[in-house]
């Protein structure tokens, strides 16, 4: 963030507008009263702290992830093993399978992030394909058939229970459970945003050259970005499986979905806090409506629209749906922040989102 | 001696860029390498500074072998690089540039102290420290480049083509700083196109043509130096 959004931050419309934001997102399950509508709600969420997650690596180090699916996947399948198999509870399986993950992504970062530009894009697809290939012919993992979350009972009946994280009769508690990750991970992306790390993260993004040659540990901070994201990834994929009660490779890892996760930060805006909330509220509410309106047709008329709607904020908002938010902002305050031609100077700087930098070499 | 560099040959994926190029720089001294596009002036800096891997020769800082380090290692050691064409982070704050400057942990402690050294050096960074780094004008992005590598708190400052692509005005005003900075003790190695300028400053100076250090001598024999006069500067 700059400091000038810093500062209007602590501006007490701000604040104002954050509470009521507050109520509202706390109220709102009271105000959807129907299961479907919640749902579409929570998916919002999931996808929010899905793409939060991913801004860590892709918007503030400038790292594109086209495999984060992988890490959600391997946090579903951690807490989903240690529950079914040993009861463990699904809360404690969380924190497994952020370890998990986050191991993972630094095993994995090691080698990859020695690539920079669409090779690490690249690279991370082949992550997912591999570990979703691995995880289709595994049969301790339940392989292709996938894996059901056995049903928490009381009496025999499926029942709610805070303690193996599972809401069979009432699904708010999953939707204030979403609020409080998106919450979570927008807190640690507030922190790190304000942080050293989040300079050095920025830094690295905008000139990784430099940054090396200011003494910048590069691959360090690459790898603190990847474990991160992987690790809150992998919380919310604990989070997803306990919600559908089933998992299988292809709806927790498929390409589609790290693809997904990463349209909605970019569409919302790449390296900002709200932008990856704003892409989820706008994007997934979008593909669930045109889908359950005008999907099942077969003339897919809801993927028209979607791919639509993608296209014309590309065009018209190459730095997402938070740049229309920071030019309202700005009319509304009559003045610029920054004389119009240094702006435009690093709006187009920006514009190359996948941009490569110079390379390493030696 | 501070800084020896010994026949460092080195290349990009295989195209040799230095054969054999050779210095030193003592404590407190002012040293200037000379040459025109081409010549290997940013290769050798990048070789000190460890972006580049030497492919022969050796480098050697207070005693010690540093070619083969990483890059972050070096700047541990106390070898700023400040780089031609001023690399700023441009999306973020004129403070914020210098805060990633001193990362290194020798450094971090001495960071508030560095800061206010910085700013009475360059008062104007300090009335645009929240300002986006991308919207200073030239003069004043390379004053900050200058002021981020001090940051380090270096004993050696590399500075690379500090005054390329600058008004003569600024160019002056960016040499008085580094004179400025020599004065107060800081030992500087110097890499300029800008031949007339920059052999005024150095104690002593390097040649350095088609990858190979030619010949040297103080600034002023240099300066008076027939090779140097009609190939440098044109007389």
Do not use: C
């Not at chain 1, 890892?253 to 930060?265: D, K």
């Not at chain 1, 919302?268 to 709200?274: D, K, L, N």
């Not at chain 1, 669930?288 to 065009?315: K, P």
Request: aromatic share 8%.
């Amino acid at each position: 963030m700059t400091t000038a959004t810093v500062r209007t931050g602590t501006r007490p419309v701000f604040w104002v507008a954050l509470g009521l934001l507050a109520v509202v997102l706390l109220a709102l399950p009271l105000i959807l009263r129907s299961d479907s509508r919640l749902n579409i709600a929570i998916l919002v969420l999931v996808y929010a702290a899905l793409a939060q997650a991913w801004n860590l690596l892709g918007g503030f180090a400038g790292q594109i992830s086209l495999g984060n699916a992988a890490f959600f996947g391997l946090g579903a399948y951690t807490s989903t093993i240690l529950f079914s198999r040993w009861e463990v509870t699904p809360w404690l399986g969380m924190l497994g399978g952020a370890l998990v993950a986050a191991v993972f992504a630094v095993i994995i970062g090691y080698p990859v992030f020695r690539l920079g530009g669409h090779y690490f894009a690249i690279a991370t697809i082949a992550m997912a394909e591999i570990v979703l290939t691995v995880f289709n012919d595994w049969e301790f993992v339940g392989g292709a058939v996938g894996l059901l979350i056995p049903f928490a009972r009381v009496d025999g009946r499926p029942a709610d229970s805070w303690y193996y994280l599972q809401f069979n009769q009432h699904k708010e508690p999953y939707y204030y459970i979403a609020l409080a990750l998106v919450v979570l991970v927008t807190a640690v992306t507030i922190g790190v945003s304000r942080s050293k790390v989040g300079y050095y993260l920025r830094a690295i993004k905008n000139d990784q050259q430099a940054a090396r040659a200011l003494g910048v540990h590069v691959l360090r901070y690459k790898l603190i970005a990847i474990a991160l994201s992987a690790a809150f990834s992998a919380i919310v994929g604990t989070f997803y499986a306990q919600y559908l009660l089933y998992i299988d490779p292809e709806t927790t890892m498929r390409l589609e979905l790290s693809v997904l996760i990463a349209l909605v930060a970019i569409l919302g805006g790449v390296g900002t806090v709200a932008g990856p909330l704003i892409g989820a509220a706008v994007l997934i509410p979008a593909a669930e409506l045109t889908r359950s309106q005008l999907g099942g047709t077969g003339n897919a008329v809801d993927l028209i629209l979607y791919g639509g709607l993608i296209i014309l904020i590309s065009i018209f908002q190459p730095n997402g749906l938070m740049g229309l938010v920071e030019r309202v902002r700005r009319r509304g305050r009559g003045r610029p922040l920054t004389p119009p031609s240094d702006e435009e100077a690093l709006a187009r700087e920006e514009a190359p989102l996948l941009g490569t930098y110079e390379e390493e070499r030696g | 001696m501070l800084l020896e560099v010994r026949h460092i040959a080195a290349s990009y994926d295989g195209v040799p860029a230095l054969h054999d190029v050779s210095f030193t720089v003592g404590e407190g001294e002012v040293i200037t390498i000379i040459g025109s596009n081409g010549a290997g002036k940013t290769t050798t800096i990048r070789t000190i500074s460890g972006l580049l891997r030497p492919d022969r020769g050796e480098i050697i800082f207070r005693g010690s072998r540093i070619d083969g380090l990483p890059a972050h290692r070096i700047a541990e050691l106390g070898i700023a690089h400040v780089p031609e064409g001023r690399r700023l982070f441009n999306r973020l704050t004129v403070l914020q540039n210098l805060l990633v400057g001193s990362f290194s942990r020798r450094a971090r402690a001495q960071e508030q102290a560095m800061l206010e050294r910085v700013f009475t050096l360059f008062p104007r960074l300090k009335e645009r420290a929240h300002q986006r780094a991308g919207t200073l004008s030239g003069g004043e992005q390379q004053m900050l480049a200058i002021a981020r590598g001090l940051m380090l708190q270096p004993v050696i400052l590399m500075l690379d083509e500090p005054s390329l692509g600058l008004a003569p005005r600024l160019v002056d005003e960016i040499f008085n700083t580094i004179r400025q900075i020599a004065r107060e003790g800081m030992t500087i190695l110097l890499v300029e196109q800008n031949v007339r300028e920059s052999l005024e400053i150095a104690d002593r100076a390097y040649v350095l043509q088609t990858g190979t250090t030619i010949t040297e001598g103080t600034g002023t024999e240099l300066l008076a130096s027939e090779m140097v006069r009609r190939a440098y500067l044109g007389l």
